[in-house]
């Protein structure tokens, strides 16, 4: 069975940058269309950007321009470039893969 960990998650000050690492136990993780999702506090757990098989990618639009998602089949590790952090990215971070389900999530924190 598939594992599905999340890391690099914490606390950056608004402007800043983190990178988000999911990495999937399993040499079949190139096959599978995976994604970011977040949730905060109260709210709905909602997409944030996914990257097909093929590595088509797709972004919500308060990321665009911000985020960049990527993959590493050969690390079976799918990847979330996050830069200009604002407060409002504030959430639990859960990768997610087609058929493999979700990982445990990452507390980003984005405060002064």
């Known amino acids: 069975q598939v594992q599905l960990v999340e890391s690099g998650g914490g606390l950056v000050q608004p402007g800043g940058s983190l990178r988000l690492s999911c990495a999937a136990s399993?040499?079949?993780?190139?096959?599978?269309?995976m994604g970011w999702y977040r949730q905060a506090p109260g709210k709905q757990r909602e997409l944030v950007a996914s990257?097909?098989?093929?590595?088509?990618?797709v972004y919500a639009d308060f990321v665009k321009g911000r985020f960049t998602i990527s993959r590493d089949n050969a690390k079976n590790t799918m990847y979330l470039q996050m830069n200009s952090l604002k407060p409002e990215d504030t959430a639990v971070y859960y990768c997610?893969?087609?058929?493999?389900?979700w990982g445990q999530g990452t507390q980003v924190t984005v405060s002064s």
């Open positions: 997610y893969g087609a058929q493999l389900g």
């Open positions: 399993g040499s079949i993780f190139s096959i599978y269309n």
């Open positions: 990257i097909s098989s093929g590595g088509s990618t």
